[in-house]
């Protein structure tokens, strides 16, 4: 039985998700930060592949989250359950792609091409995405690249958690960042596989197209042996794109470097790279972390 007193459901990928609490307060929340840039129907539990609710929980001190009716996990805050409530989202879309490939990267757009930034979660992606949008790049996402079979990268944008250094981590819309989320898939441009080093200056290195497409698949939550068509939208996307390796420290001129680098990047054809050539190379099981 739902506990749903107000709520909404969407439409993502083929699938229908929905979305709810049992009160007002907890509602307001959810519709501001949770997949905030699809349109919103009524919720409707019987006909969604998915169904998120929040509820009170019975001690009255914290919220519980529920998946498909079932109790999976409890928050002390209405910030903690939108992380919890995207995660169990994030986890539905992932399980239910059969088209699509996924990445966890951070995704920004920037004069025309997607900036992908790979790498797990905790790696600092959401911090150095809010920079770039603050720079001028739109946003497409902090966590996950959505590829599809033509090489793009869809917009999938959630609120962006911003850790602070005294524990006090915030939520953020991309508006409130001075950004806006892009609505339409676009081609990649530039991927960066960066990893955050205390201090250092950023550096990075060009890497082969064939690095470019090991480097997504190390960051993919689908399984390459279960799921081998992931390859084609993948080597499309890096078919399109120029490929780096590296580290950075400050948020902030590391920002500046990667925009500087994809207003150099040259725009490349995708019909150029010999993709038969990678599948040789690629062909033993990959499992994404």
């Keep these: 039985m739902s506990t ?20 007002p307060a907890i509602a307001r929340v959810l519709d501001r930060y949770v997949l905030p840039w699809l349109p919103r129907e009524a919720f409707d539990a019987v006909s969604a592949d998915r169904r998120v609710e929040v509820r009170a929980a019975r001690d009255g001190a914290s919220l519980e989250v ?8 409890a928050a002390p805050s209405l910030q ?12 539905a ?17 920037h004069e025309g ?9 905790r790696a600092g992606k959401s911090t150095l995405v809010a920079e770039l949008l ?3 790049a739109l946003y497409l996402s902090d966590e996950y690249a959505l590829i599809d079979p033509e090489g793009r990268a869809h917009p999938y944008p959630r609120p962006l958690l911003l850790r602070g250094e005294a524990g006090d981590d915030a939520l953020r819309l991309a508006t409130e960042l001075d950004s806006t989320a892009l609505q339409e898939p676009i081609p990649v441009g530039l991927i960066l596989g960066v990893t955050y080093s205390t201090d250092a200056a950023i550096a990075l290195e060009p890497i082969s197209q064939g690095e470019g497409l090991m480097l997504l698949l190390r960051n993919t939550p689908q399984v390459l042996a279960d799921q081998p068509w992931i390859l084609g939208p993948l080597e499309r996307a890096v078919g399109e794109a120029t490929c780096y390796m590296g580290h950075r420290g400050d948020a902030r001129a590391a920002a500046a470097a990667i925009l500087a680098l994809a207003s ?16 040789s190379t690629s062909s ?4 994404g972390p």
């Design 4 to 23: 749903v007193t107000r709520g909404f459901s969407v439409s993502l990928l083929g699938m229908r998700l929905a979305v709810g609490g049992d009160s």
């Design 134 to 136: 603050r720079r001028g």
């Design 113 to 121: 091409r997607a900036l992908l930034l790979p790498g797990p979660s």
């Design 264 to 279: 150099a990047a040259p725009r490349r054809d995708p019909r150029r790279w010999p993709l038969a050539a990678v599948r």
């Design 284 to 287: 033993a099981p990959v499992e």
């Design 93 to 109: 879309v992932v399980q239910h792609q059969r088209r699509v490939a996924i990445v966890h990267a951070g995704v920004v757009a």
């Design 66 to 73: 529920l998946v498909d009716g079932v109790v999976t996990e």
């Design 80 to 91: 903690d359950v939108v992380t919890r409530v995207q995660r169990a989202l994030d986890d």
